[in-house]
């Protein structure tokens, strides 16, 4: 495939680098005279393991070349990757003037082109920077419709400085955010022989992972090192004691427990944490990261609250009360500090929960149930049909199996609050909210 890559800093190197490795013919376009020198010449503009090798072999090859045109850049190829820069303003916000002037130049050669062109963005941009600044830019400068007369797709990078070249050949995944599929097929193409998944998904989802991964790997770093300040007050080990937590790939280094949905609880997690929290004040440590784990969970309760005084419903009927699905447990339930909540506002409210049966709960539970909480009681129902069939709004607290089917009987009108997103099939319901879906 032709393919001109604009941008020639990191990413966009790398990406030429090895795209004309594989054997396509690559074009990269930047304004600095002084990389495109370096090009033509066969040498990097960056310092990177491997990239300088490829380079010079590419440009002794014919199959790479550099250009400050970006008009001969598109109308000499088939699909234009732009790797532009993003750099953060002081208050955070992408500075989108590189990606925006370069978008103009495009779609400026699109309007002159007959063939059908794809524009790929491998720059990171914030969810909605393609449909509400990027494309707009390319159907205003050329005159033609997005998706009909040329494509756009959003294709983040995941590759880190001093190990590119392997990562652009190993990647975790290749995500491809499609406007159509037209446009998700022409980057396809460049990617089939690649290792390791490839996900074609809306624009709107490629833009928000890299996003979501650079922020995890930045709360991991943070996590462990807090741990690690830790355990050197106390005269700790931290890296056996991480060593050791790193080995547990069942829930630690895992997908567990990284499905958004509603508050955690139960007798462990709460109690841990706030353990973890007051060790560290013993020790005058600042913990910040630690610290903001009680807080952020209040808030999902309070998120829930808030969506459900919005729906205006005041018969309610709660499916699932104990912390999660398939146990009896009650403590620290974040269901149950949403009831306490809504039997003070006065709505009326019915509960089930087949795990939770008064006659036969014994130990903690029960004194839990009969000290903290007593009047709960008098809420609970055993008949799960009459409970839909009589809320206004019917809130899901688990994922007991039996819920999803429940509610699918709802009478037409009758409200969802899903914390936990009992099903995927309900999420086009005009009637369906999920917490943070």
């Not at 109308?75 to 955070?92: F, H, K, Q």
């Not at 524009?119 to 449909?131: A, D, K």
Request: hydrophobic share 40%; proline share 5%; net charge negative.
């Amino acid at each position: 495939m032709k393919i001109s890559v604009f941008g020639l800093g990191y990413v966009g190197t790398v990406a030429a680098a090895c795209l004309a490795d594989d054997g396509h013919t690559v074009v990269g376009v930047d304004p600095n005279e002084g990389k495109l020198a370096l090009v033509a010449d066969g040498k990097a503009p960056l310092v990177e393991p491997g990239v300088g090798d490829l380079i010079e072999q590419a440009v002794n090859e014919g199959r790479l070349t550099a250009t400050a045109s970006a008009c001969d850049a598109v109308m000499n190829s088939e699909l234009s990757i732009v790797c532009v820069g993003t750099p953060a303003r002081e208050n955070g916000q992408p500075y989108l003037d590189f990606l925006q002037t370069v978008c103009t130049e495009i779609g400026s050669a699109i309007g002159n082109k007959e063939d059908f062109h794809t524009v790929v963005i491998r720059s990171t941009i914030l969810p909605g920077t393609m449909h509400e600044e990027l494309i707009p830019i390319l159907e205003a400068s050329s005159n033609k419709k997005a998706g009909q007369d040329f494509g756009v797709a959003h294709n983040p990078e995941f590759l880190r400085e001093g190990t590119a070249v392997f990562d652009y050949r190993n990647p975790p995944k290749t995500v491809i955010g499609e406007m159509n599929e037209r446009s998700g097929d022409a980057v396809y193409e460049i990617y089939q022989d690649i290792s390791g998944p490839v996900l074609r998904v809306p624009i709107e989802v490629a833009e928000m992972v890299k996003f979501a991964d650079n922020t995890w790997h930045a709360v991991k770093v943070c996590f462990a090192n807090e741990i690690g300040n830790i355990c050197k007050s106390a005269g700790i080990d931290s890296h056996a004691v991480m060593d050791i937590f790193c080995q547990d790939t069942k829930l630690n280094l895992s997908p567990y427990y990284l499905k958004p949905g509603f508050a955690f609880g139960g007798s462990c997690l709460p109690k841990d944490v706030r353990a973890l929290n007051y060790r560290a004040r013993s020790l005058d440590l600042r913990l910040p990261l630690m610290e903001s784990i009680m807080p952020s969970n209040a808030e999902q309760v309070e998120r829930a609250l808030r969506i459900i005084l919005r729906s205006e419903c005041k018969r309610i009927g709660i499916l699932g009360f104990s912390f999660k699905a398939n146990t009896d447990d009650l403590r620290e339930s974040p269901i149950v500090e949403i009831i306490e909540r809504l039997l003070g506002k006065g709505f009326d409210l019915q509960l089930y929960d087949k795990n939770v049966n008064l006659a036969r709960l014994t130990g903690s539970n029960k004194e839990f149930i009969n000290s903290q909480i007593p009047h709960i009681s008098a809420l609970m129902v055993d008949d799960l049909e009459s409970l839909v069939a009589d809320s206004e709004l019917i809130i899901v607290g688990n994922q007991s199996e039996e819920f999803a089917c429940a509610v699918e009987k709802k009478k037409p009108g009758t409200k969802v609050l899903d914390l936990v997103r009992i099903s995927e099939e309900y999420d086009q319901w005009t009637d369906y909210d999920g917490i943070c879906w």
